[in-house]
């Protein structure tokens, strides 16, 4: 988000970010093909959130490297613009749109980047020793994709307490980030995007359980389960919902339809989806599906709650047919290669 810088003490990069838009890009883009690609990530970032440099601030970082003196009573600069630019310049056109997507991505995945470039099982190992909080604070901040393999490298009985923290997570303020980073310090070198980082949550949760090795999410979720059920059952109600019911193959859903009554998909079907209806209408013979459409048609108004509770029992049918091995849903169990 762009800003207006302020006065205070500033950090190497914000200096060479400030020193490099007092400069220009034609400058800007001869230094930045002398600095590394993770140098260039961090000056970038202080760039692309200034929008307005103070006289005094400035005065101060070229009185500082004794390149230029202040005109004027400030810099207005379109920070993100110029840093594409001054990249741009350096004359590697892949380069450039590779760092500008890093900085300029979803604040939650720019956190720790020396723990996202690192071997899962160096982070395992990094992290294994660590209290679940803070192992669940360091995990929230990386892609799910990486997240579900340092958790397959993690100790099985570590695995539940980290992701339950991990759900339970909404915002992290910058001191809190500043105090991961400071701990972690000593071992790896850490790059903070010093904003309050929207991380963690269900929703992150549900995308890691389901890039986990089979059976690990189900073993998560008990132990979660034994903590808090609630919110164990809602982990359950967005990793797979009846929406969800399109992904099976034919012969699978055939399978879960043999086990739901028909009254029970009636009532499951009237909130339905078109794209849903038609792909279970599909597996049933013709003359179930006519009566099922006439019955949907002839059916009085119902409540929300009734129709969504039905719509969980069928999903309750195709996970635990799932974990008897009787079907497969895509999507989950991490690596499961059919054959």
């Not at 450039?96 to 720790?112: F, G, H, K, N, W």
Request: aromatic share 2%; hydrophobic share 40%.
């Amino acid at each position: 988000m762009s800003k207006t810088m302020q006065t205070g003490k500033l950090s190497g990069a914000e200096k060479a970010a400030i020193l490099l838009l007092c400069l220009g890009e034609e400058a800007a883009s001869r230094v930045f093909k002398d600095l590394s690609d993770v140098e260039v990530r961090m000056i970038s970032r202080w760039m692309i959130n200034i929008d307005h440099i103070p006289a005094k601030i400035a005065q101060e970082v070229i009185d500082e490297f004794n390149r230029l003196q202040i005109e004027h009573a400030g810099m207005f600069v379109q920070g993100r613009e110029f840093a594409r630019k001054a990249i741009s310049g350096s004359g590697d056109p892949k380069r450039a749109d590779a760092i500008m997507e890093q900085v300029s991505s979803t604040p939650a995945y720019r956190p720790l980047e020396t723990i996202a470039r690192m071997q899962s099982r160096m982070v395992a190992s990094l992290l294994q020793s660590e209290h679940p909080q803070t192992v669940a604070l360091i995990l929230s901040t990386q892609k799910p994709e990486h997240t579900a393999r340092i958790m397959n490298d993690l100790p099985s009985d570590l695995r539940s307490e980290v992701m339950y923290r991990i759900a339970r997570i909404d915002k992290i303020s910058p001191e809190v980030i500043a105090h991961i980073e400071d701990a972690l310090q000593h071992e790896i070198g850490v790059v903070v995007n010093k904003e309050q980082q929207q991380l963690g949550g269900i929703d992150n949760v549900v995308e890691i359980l389901g890039r986990l090795e089979k059976g690990a999410d189900r073993q998560i979720l008990e132990r979660i389960e034994e903590t808090d059920a609630e919110m164990a059952e809602e982990i359950r109600m967005r990793m797979f919902t009846f929406e969800d019911l399109v992904a099976l193959d034919g012969r699978a859903l055939q399978t879960v339809l043999r086990e739901v009554q028909n009254d029970q998909l009636t009532l499951a079907l009237k909130t339905a989806s078109e794209t849903v209806k038609e792909k279970i209408f599909a597996s049933i013979s013709s003359r179930a599906a006519e009566m099922i459409r006439e019955d949907i048609e002839a059916m009085g108004p119902v409540r929300l709650s009734e129709v969504e509770s039905i719509q969980q029992t069928i999903v309750k049918i195709a996970l635990k047919l799932e974990e008897e091995s009787r079907i497969v849903i895509p999507g989950r169990g991490g690596q499961d290669v059919l054959v």
